[in-house]
């Protein structure tokens, strides 16, 4: 069950650097919510308020309730801007939402599997998270909490499309990439570095050794470049 979220806001009159300044001075976020069929609006929220809302993943994807002076809204956060140093918001950007208007929004990625995939329990492969999230295109009713992928049938050097998840999206809805023919993958499992030279080395002295020998009895190029280098006299 997805989880709701509600954003009390008020009209915010004051702009400007300084009216800024002092409304985070006096716990206030500036916002602006625009798209629809109404003008941009100026609000301000409780930056508290804000803050425990924030914590949870589903409320960056989710369509969110914003009621401005006791007018309730649809919409869906765009932009956040944080204090580079301190864990505080600046400012925030909500977009309007119509119901009958598809729009595009960054959804998380919930990895499951990869601990008991082949090419890890097996093959002694990694796995590598190649996104954390992808973009959606759809009705804002179709819109995901999140998109699961499953890594448990991987083996190494294999991965996950975009393709492979479409499946998860309501009828109408695509991810942006796949649209644009981009299928792109998500998750991946491969050797660790160290073990993908090994393993071609070995595979390269493995068919140096069945390499048979030139005519005359000299070994061929390739099997003569694994013999060792004799001792020298002492």
Do not use: W
């Amino acid at each position: 069950m997805k989880q709701s979220f509600v954003i009390s806001a008020e009209t915010r009159t004051v702009h400007g650097k300084g009216a800024s300044r002092r409304l985070r001075h006096e716990g206030k976020v500036p916002a602006i919510i625009y798209g629809g069929t109404e003008n941009p609006q100026s609000i301000q929220v409780s930056h508290n308020e804000l803050m425990k809302s924030l914590k949870f993943e589903s409320f960056y994807s989710a369509i969110l309730k914003v009621e401005i002076d006791g007018k309730a809204e649809q919409a869906v956060l765009k932009d956040l801007h944080r204090h580079p140093v301190r864990n505080e918001v600046m400012h925030m950007d909500l977009q309007r939402v119509l119901a009958h208007v598809p729009l595009r929004m960054h959804i998380p990625l919930h990895f499951k599997g990869g601990d008991v995939a082949p090419g890890v329990k097996i093959g002694g492969g990694v796995v590598e998270h190649q996104q954390i999230q992808v973009e959606v295109e759809c009705l804002p009713k179709d819109l995901p909490e999140f998109i699961e992928v499953d890594l448990s049938g991987l083996n190494v050097n294999e991965a996950v499309h975009l393709s492979q998840l479409q499946a998860q999206l309501a009828d109408g809805a695509t991810f942006y990439e796949l649209k644009h023919g981009n299928d792109i993958s998500v998750a991946a499992i491969h050797l660790p570095r160290q073990s993908a030279a090994e393993a071609a080395t070995e595979a390269a002295e493995a068919a140096a050794a069945k390499a048979p020998a030139a005519k005359g009895g000299k070994a061929t190029p390739a099997a003569a470049a694994t013999k060792t280098a004799p001792a020298k006299k002492k």
